[in-house]
């Protein structure tokens, strides 16, 4: 008699239950906060190229800041996708040297589907920037990881790396040319797989 093959045990499943939740708890937080951020927003971010476009809104609430992503994709290898993601973060900045140094630490949760798999992730990270002579050039490098105890459905871990070079055109608005990885270790094949990759043109506008 042939064995049951499950795709997920015990173990996975609580783990899911586990991402789920904490993962729903942050994205619901975000999407509360959502119209507040009508009147205490921070910044407007949108990225394009030809395979894919991503819109961030982020706001203010007390001393932190609350990101709200949704990236959505077309090509010949992944196929249709889309990530949504929420968080919570904080930020400043100092001075070394004559260079700004900006930069933010926090939390964020994905939720992740294409054509051949679904991923939830609750990723640590942050992002760091460097403005020499607090000038009009600069540049950020950053990005989120989500190891396997809280990464679930298909995904055994995931990660998302970006940088980009910006330059401010005037106080509240900054044009940049970036790059960006979103990748996931997928549980049953143990196989690593690229969600999103390339470079992109964007916005950066703050109210």
Sequence with gaps: ????????????????RFVISISNKILFISLLYFPVGQVLADSLDINLNNDSGRITYEFAVGDAEI???????????????WAVSGGLQVSGDNFLGETLMAGSLGINAY???????????????????????????????????????????????????????EFRVFDQARI??????????????????TIDKGVHGGINIRF
């Excluded at 008699?1 to 899911?16: F, I, P």
């Excluded at 990101?67 to 196929?79: A, E, F, H, R």
């Excluded at 396997?148 to 298909?154: N, Q, R």
């Design 111 to 165: 939720t992740i589907d294409t054509e051949d798999f679904e991923i939830l992730a609750l990723g640590l990270g942050g992002m760091i920037g460097f403005y020499p002579n607090n000038g009009l050039f600069g540049f950020r490098v950053g990005g989120y990881y989500s190891p396997a105890i809280v990464t679930g459905l298909d995904g055994e871990n995931f990660w998302e790396a970006k940088a980009r070079a």
């Design 176 to 193: 940049y040319l970036g790059y960006r990885v979103l990748q996931a270790r997928l549980e049953e094949s143990g196989k690593d797989v």
């Design 1 to 16: 008699m042939e064995r049951c093959r499950c795709k997920y045990d015990v173990r996975n499943y609580v783990k899911w």
């Design 67 to 81: 990101p709200v992503s949704g990236l959505y994709g077309d090509d010949n290898k992944t196929g249709r996708y």
